[in-house]
Every structure is written in C-alpha cells, then in structure tokens.
Antibody, heavy 122, light 108 residues
C-alpha cells in the first residue's frame, strides 16, 4: 500500500526550531515529488513547496521562501519541513502529499499524509 | 500567482439533491490543470477530480468535473450523507500551485 506517514504533533515556543517528517512507503520514494501544504486553524489549503527526493530539486512558494526549508533523505525515504525560528503564526496543520505521476512537480495530489499539527505558543 | 475564487462559500442542501460548485481562475489554467478535493473534519484532503474532469481512483461517478480556461464546475449529482464536507479546487498549471478558499456543503 502506498502511504505517507507523518511525525506526531508538536508544541513549541516562539523562537524554537523544528523539523517534521514525512515517510513514504509502498513505492519508489526517489521517483516521485513530495509537496507540503499548510492549513491554518479553520482556514483553507496553502501550497508551500515541493521536493524531488531523487536529486533534492526543491521549489518554494514565494509566500514561504526563506521561512521554511524542505529537504529529503532518500536513504530513509523521508521528506522534511523545518523552521529555524518558529512564530505563533506558524501554528497550523501541515500535510505532505505526493502528486500524480504525470506532470512532475506540477500535478494534483493523490496521496496525502495524515498531517502534523504544529502549535507555537509561549 | 493565479487566484482561484470558489462560490458559493456555503451550500445548504438535502441528501439526494444536486450540488453545483464553482471555481473561477484569475487567468487561464487550460482544461488539464485543475483539480478538486474533498476534506472532512479531522481528515486530510482527498483527491476527487484531476485534469478538470477525470475522476481519481475509487471516486464514485456521482462526482463529475467540467470546465476549461477560467471557469470550472464540480457537480455532485445526488448528495449522499458522506458528501457533506468542504471542497477545494486547485490549479497546477503554474507554480506556485494555488487552492481556492473552499466551499462548504452542509446539510439543510
């Protein structure tokens, strides 16, 4: 079964760093892009960026460029989303997702992780 | 960036009724780069439609998508109780990919 399994919920203080993970299984991890999507409490979906684990080619939304870092470790079949200094406004659910295999980095997402809730509060 | 505007914000319908959801793009996304998702509370989004009109694997045929250019529609032919949820459109013709703000389909 193809699946993405994300790391558990996090509670952090402003200014702290954080790295959350998304582990792929049931498919060739290095052959598919992995995207990240933010959903703030009670709000809609926002595309953050995407990485190709095969060569670590990474694209960011201008809204998130410089605020987060997307990476991947192909030996662990795991993608990551990290912050160096969290803000209260980073409080959200974060989803990783795998696009369909037709359009490279630009395609609809048919496989989703269960989400990681990040809460940033003093 | 391409802005997607969904309407209405909320749709109040009864089971068995037809639901028609709209997604309008600020510039053309062709007929091949528009998707629809369903999201229920506490769950990840689920892909329903890609390429504007192709149903994803396992999606019932009561869900259909249509449109091209800047105007797209998701139709649920006869609402089942499990269809009451929030629906999002997404364009992926150009980076950054963007989502609409969502339409909530609620029980009347």
């Amino acid at each position: 079964e193809v699946q993405l399994v994300q790391s558990g919920a996090e509670v952090k203080k402003p200014g702290e760093s954080l790295k959350i993970s998304c582990k792929g299984s049931g498919y060739s991890f290095t052959s598919y892009w992995i995207g990240w999507v933010r959903q703030m409490p009670g709000k809609g979906l926002e595309w953050m960026g995407i990485i190709y684990p095969g060569d670590s080619d990474t694209r960011y939304s201008p809204s998130f460029q410089g605020h987060v870092t997307i990476s991947a470790d192909k030996s662990l079949s795991t993608a990551y989303l990290q912050w160096s200094s969290l803000k209260a406004s980073d409080t959200a659910m974060y989803y990783c997702a795998r696009p369909l295999p037709f359009g490279g980095d630009l395609d609809a997402y048919d496989i989703w992780g269960q989400g990681t809730m990040v809460t940033v509060s003093s | 960036e391409i802005v997607l505007t969904q309407s209405p914000g909320t749709l109040s319908l009864s089971p068995g009724e037809r639901a028609t959801l709209s997604c309008r793009a600020s510039q053309s996304v062709s007929s091949s780069y528009l998707a629809w998702y369903q999201q229920k509370p506490g769950q990840a989004p689920r892909l329903l439609i890609y390429g504007a009109s192709s149903r994803a694997t396992g999606i019932p045929d009561r869900f259909s998508g249509s449109g091209s250019g800047t105007d797209f529609t998701l139709t649920i032919s006869s609402l089942e109780p499990e269809d009451f949820a929030v629906y999002y459109c997404q364009q992926y013709i150009r980076s950054p990919q963007t989502f609409g703000q969502g339409t909530k389909v609620e029980i009347k």
